[in-house]
């Protein structure tokens, strides 16, 4: 079982393809583990054993009949709790939909089911996909496997941890503003974000439309690259999709080379404010990759220093006109005011939003509401949107120097619980580095860059790249990944401490 | 709810000068909705018609109907509009059961054609509308208040929502102020809806049924004191659905401001709901307590961009101007100057040319639509088009006389039982037992009780008579209860009674 849990999923589609092995034994080993240590990790907020055991059996039947099944066939996966799924809770982290059973699924489900994965499962988040750390879910945080007594980072904790933890080769994660790329890079593990329209968002519950972008989590570059490749392409029921074919992230994996790549690193995306470590770990990569032939320079995106202003207009803005629709008039969570006897639809809605939202959503949907406010809209809404051109405009002006951009993922390793949750803006901070790829709409990875010596928790790299050249970050993912991994003789997770589920 | 203070009309136009504007809500008839595949079939059973997107369930997103955006383009065009090279959706944020989404997506800022114009002519004059907008948005669902006396949400116990309307593609069309038109106001604010809805009819783009919503006007009106004074503080009032109503408000709205404004008070801003039982308006949201609603581009839709060629491609399909119409029509029916201005007065046009088009007979159509069905209309106190009868129906009523099956005074009954909505003329004809006997044996029996019981009028017809026959042809249309066919019933009598 061991073995079976710690296999990327590349290897997994290619055993069961060589058939030593079934989707059945797979998806069995990784229900046990789900059991056995998900007490301790929280990662799921629902696990669905008997849908995921039907789905590895009519991969297994298909493949025995000798029918052509998709690359990841028979693969399980973890769904994070964002996105919709027919006859599956979907609660995105929240009282307010709590009891809901979605009647439909998400394109990125749709296209999960049509290829064969086993879900597993629905994986904790912050609210409504609002943290950076899982501590804002209303059924409680997920915890790091690297130290349960820290934060798997957020909002997609849960699909982070369940990965490092081998309780899954694969999730599903989304980024708003980092939600993929910073637990990746606080546990150990490989998540990238999209461009914006490469993936459809049909069936996202919305956090904020214009930033939100589905992606993969795993624990190699290549398992990204397969699960993104299924994920993406045009989806004519989300109009923001792109209407152009996924690049070959699979070939640009297998042929990864850097020689003679032009690699900016940005000024503004490192030094003070980033922890000792997490610089030390990003400096060697740097290093490593000028090493490797690439050419690496620094470039300077001066507007950068004012994304995490706009995004905290932008986001809330969008998210308190999202969330409106949770009114209790139709599904989900509805709450009778107190002491009214015959109370209007309008108490009952009141009522029903106080009672199902924590005080994180609450907090942007008053920010969101004061800043679209008439008399306020174009200081506040009006202003951020200047920005987000000025930052698009530095990205075109780096990309006209470098062909990608590196930056560590997040300032910090993982923090403690309970460090940050009464300093938003601390919190916020977490996400300095990722927040300009969702405002620009451009692609983002992070894979692990080591240990920082401080304390010993995983560090991780970003790199970016242009609009719908996804393809460059995962070349130079792999790059990195493949020199780091021959540098410490395996994976950065084979170093984690094991988890037991006795704790 | 009482009637305000009113100033007689006269002495209202004797002091202010009228100013108006006009917001026209037209559902198009696509076959699916705005932003998703949902039919838009009206009377559909509640909730019948719905989908995630439609019902604003998490995760669900919009995808624009292209035929609504070339419906509200060919309305830009025929309005006379400027079309937007670009142009965005906004979300129009407020709660409301009835609203999906707890927002509208709605244009706000950047309408798809703007700057327009239409004139409409009353009696002798012609006054130039100017438009200030065309703009798409959806529309929301339907609230049901249920366990009050009135139906309002006032008093209910509980209220049902059925959103099959939810998300049905919208266009709103706003006047610019409308002046100039002094004592002429109300009946204007008539002419231009009743105008802007032939030519919506025309453009086929829209059922334009006020009783079923279809069509829906709010009215704003304000005084000033004279033409070069500056424009009064206007008031909104919602929901005047029907035509006639369109007039009685604006005329109700200029006593009773003038009232006001003669009593020395001020007119507040603010919204007011007509009432089509008592002829009054009353007041709804002062401008203090108006919405906030927050517009902010939709970030779910991407900008529309009309290419041009597609924009002219539209222009070429738009109907021939109203004159010319009408000269093609004349012509083709075959009417005289005088037939034609009763068709076109009454607002029968278009159903003429419609019930023509569903097979009746051009003299035929015009029979009944400026006669049976315009008398019904007038003690209704509605619109022909508003009537539950529509031209399909009448030219298949005329199709029942063609074939004998039924005659001119049966037709009444079926038209009675359209009203009264019992169903196709089928089968109301069914349904009430109309069709005309046929039964040769039966009418020749029935013929022979008249001579007997009308010997005197007999013997005239033996006697070469035939005028005579109408007594004869009376009994028996009376014994049958009018149930046959009066020109076989005489033929048969002449037949009878040939010397």
């Known amino acids: 079982m061991d073995d079976t849990i710690r296999a990327s999923a590349a290897d997994l589609a290619a055993a069961m393809q060589a058939g030593e092995m079934s989707s059945v034994e797979i998806t069995q080993a990784q229900l046990d583990r789900i059991a056995e240590v998900d007490g301790d990790l929280h990662a799921f907020l629902h696990v669905d054993a008997d849908g995921a055991l039907a789905t590895a059996k009519r991969v297994d039947d298909a493949r025995a009949a000798g029918e052509a099944v998709a690359a990841l066939a028979g693969v399980p996966i973890a769904i994070k709790d964002v996105v919709v799924t027919r006859g599956l809770p979907t609660t995105c982290g929240s009282h307010i939909l709590e009891g809901w059973i979605p009647p439909y699924d998400a394109t990125i489900v749709t296209r999960l089911r049509q290829a064969g994965l086993p879900i597993l499962g629905k994986t904790n988040m912050d609210e409504l996909a609002m943290g950076s750390s899982t501590e804002h879910s209303a059924y409680g945080p997920s915890r790091n496997p690297w130290d349960l007594g820290r934060i798997p980072g957020g909002s997609g904790g849960g699909s982070a941890a369940a990965v490092a933890s081998h309780q899954a080769p694969l999730a599903i994660g989304t980024d708003t503003g980092g939600s993929i790329r910073q637990p990746a890079a606080v546990t150990g593990t490989v998540g990238a974000k999209p461009t914006y329209g490469g993936v459809s968002r049909y069936g996202l519950i919305a956090l904020a439309s214009s930033l939100d972008q589905a992606g993969p989590v795993a624990r190699t570059v290549l398992d990204a690259a397969m699960l993104h490749e299924l994920l993406g392409g045009h989806d004519p029921l989300d109009s923001t999709s792109l209407d152009a074919p996924v690049p070959a992230l699979v070939d640009a994996v297998r042929d990864a080379d850097v020689a003679g790549l032009r690699v900016g690193v940005v000024r503004e995306l490192g030094g003070e404010g980033y922890q000792r470590g997490v610089r030390a770990r990003f400096d060697e990569v740097v290093g490593l990759l000028t090493d490797a032939g690439a050419e690496v320079t620094e470039v300077s995106c001066p507007h950068f220093d004012y994304a995490l202003a706009a995004y905290y207009l932008i986001l809330p803005s969008e998210a308190s006109s999202n969330l409106a629709k949770?009114?209790?008039?139709?599904?989900?969570?509805?709450?009778?005011?107190?002491?009214?006897?015959?109370?209007?639809?309008?108490?009952?809605?009141?009522?029903?939003?106080?009672?199902?939202?924590?005080?994180?959503?609450?907090?942007?949907?008053?920010?969101?509401?004061?800043?679209?406010?008439?008399?306020?809209?174009?200081?506040?809404?009006?202003?951020?949107?200047?920005?987000?051109?000025?930052?698009?405009?530095?990205?075109a002006a780096a990309f006209d120097q470098a062909d990608v951009l590196l930056s560590p993922t997040a300032p910090t390793t993982a923090f403690r619980f309970g460090e940050k949750l009464d300093d938003p803006v601390a919190m916020y901070l977490n996400d300095i580095a990722t927040i300009p790829a969702n405002l620009a709409g451009v692609p983002g990875i992070s894979v692990p860059s080591g240990l920082a010596d401080e304390d010993g928790l995983p560090t991780g790299v970003q790199v970016l790249a242009p609009a719908r050249a996804d393809d460059r970050v995962y070349r130079v993912g792999a790059v990195i990944e493949a020199l780091l991994v021959e540098r410490w003789g395996g994976t950065l997770l084979a170093r984690a401490p094991s988890v037991t589920g006795t704790r | 709810m009482t009637a305000a203070t009113l100033l007689s009309y006269d002495d209202a136009l004797a002091r202010f000068d009228?100013?108006?504007?006009?917001?026209?809500?037209?559902?198009?008839?696509?076959?699916?909705?705005?932003?998703?595949?949902?039919?838009?079939?009206?009377?559909?059973?509640?909730?019948?018609?719905?989908?995630?997107?439609?019902?604003?369930?998490?995760?669900?997103?919009?995808?624009?109907?292209?035929?609504?955006?070339?419906?509200?383009?060919?309305?830009?065009?025929?309005?006379?509009?400027?079309?937007?090279?670009?142009?965005?959706?906004?979300?129009?944020?407020?709660?409301?059961?009835?609203?999906?989404?707890?927002?509208?997506?709605?244009?706000?800022?950047?309408?798809?054609?703007?700057?327009?114009?239409?004139?409409?002519?009353?009696?002798?004059?012609?006054?130039?509308?100017?438009?200030?907008?065309?703009?798409?948005?959806?529309?929301?669902g339907k609230s049901l208040h249920v366990g009050g006396a009135t139906g309002r949400i006032h008093g209910a116990s509980h209220s049902l929502v059925d959103y099959n309307r939810a998300g049905i593609p919208l266009i709103e069309i706003v006047t610019k102020p409308i002046i100039g038109t002094g004592a002429a106001a109300p009946v204007v604010a008539r002419a231009y809806v009743t105008h802007l809805r032939e030519l919506l009819l025309s453009l086929g783009v829209s059922d334009v049924r006020m009783e079923q919503g279809s069509l829906r006007c709010d009215a704003n009106a304000s005084l000033r004191l004279g033409q070069d004074a500056p424009f009064g503080t206007r008031t909104e009032t919602k929901n005047v659905n029907s035509l006639r109503s369109v007039e009685r408000a604006v005329r109700y709205e200029i006593c009773r401001q003038a009232a006001v404004l003669t009593d020395g008070g001020t007119v507040t801003q603010e919204t007011r709901h007509w009432h089509e039982d008592t002829g009054i308006t009353t007041p709804g949201r002062s401008k203090e307590q108006a919405e906030d609603y927050r517009y902010f581009p939709e970030p779910d839709l991407a900008p529309i961009a009309p290419d041009v060629a597609w924009v002219e491609q539209l222009r070429a399909t738009l109907p021939e101007g109203?004159?010319?119409?009408?000269?093609?029509?004349?012509?083709?029916?075959?009417?005289?100057?005088?037939?034609?201005?009763?068709?076109?007065?009454?607002?029968?046009?278009?159903?003429?040319?419609?019930?023509?088009?569903?097979?009746?007979?051009?003299?035929?159509?015009?029979?009944?639509?400026?006669?049976?069905?315009?008398?019904?209309?007038?003690?209704?106190?509605?619109?022909l088009a508003e009537l539950p009868v529509g031209p399909e129906q009448v030219a298949q009523v005329q199709a029942l006389i063609d074939t004998g099956r039924i005659n001119d005074k049966l037709a009444r009954s079926v038209f009675d039982g359209l009203l009264a909505g019992e169903g196709t003329p089928e089968e109301i004809v069914a349904a009430r037992g109309l069709e005309v006997v046929s039964d040769e044996t039966a009418l020749g029996a029935a013929v022979d009780r008249a001579i007997e019981a009308n010997p005197g009028a007999a013997d005239k017809v033996r006697a070469g008579k035939a005028a005579a026959a109408g007594a004869l042809i009376g009994a028996v249309m009376a014994e049958m209860r009018g149930q046959a066919d009066a020109g076989r019933v005489r033929d048969l009598i002449l037949a009878k009674l040939s010397p």
């Not at chain 1, 949770?326 to 005011?337: C, E, I, Q, S, T």
């Not at chain 2, 699916?32 to 595949?37: G, L, Y």
């Not at chain 2, 409409?120 to 959806?138: F, K, L, N, S, T």
């Open chain 1, 326 to 395: 949770f009114d209790a008039m139709r599904y989900g969570l509805r709450v009778p005011p107190d002491g009214v006897a015959d109370p209007s639809a309008e108490q009952v809605m009141a009522a029903t939003r106080a009672a199902g939202f924590g005080d994180e959503v609450k907090r942007r949907i008053i920010l969101g509401t004061y800043a679209l406010s008439s008399g306020y809209y174009d200081a506040y809404y009006g202003s951020a949107q200047k920005v987000r051109t000025l930052i698009q405009r530095d990205f």
């Open chain 2, 18 to 140: 009228p100013v108006l504007g006009l917001e026209v809500h037209v559902e198009l008839n696509t076959a699916s909705k705005m932003f998703c595949a949902c039919p838009t079939t009206f009377g559909a059973a509640p909730n019948s018609q719905v989908c995630p997107v439609c019902l604003g369930l998490p995760g669900a997103l919009p995808v624009l109907n292209e035929r609504a955006v070339a419906a509200a383009i060919r309305i830009g065009l025929a309005l006379n509009c400027s079309i937007a090279a670009e142009c965005r959706f906004a979300r129009k944020n407020y709660f409301y059961p009835d609203m999906p989404k707890n927002f509208q997506t709605s244009q706000y800022d950047e309408p798809i054609a703007y700057d327009g114009w239409t004139e409409v002519a009353v009696d002798e004059a012609a006054y130039r509308i100017e438009i200030e907008r065309v703009h798409m948005e959806e529309d929301t």
């Open chain 2, 322 to 383: 109203p004159g010319r119409r009408r000269s093609r029509l004349q012509a083709a029916w075959g009417f005289s100057d005088l037939d034609m201005r009763d068709v076109v007065g009454a607002g029968a046009l278009a159903l003429v040319e419609q019930t023509i088009g569903a097979g009746a007979a051009p003299a035929a159509a015009k029979k009944w639509w400026l006669t049976e069905l315009a008398r019904r209309a007038n003690e209704q106190g509605v619109e």
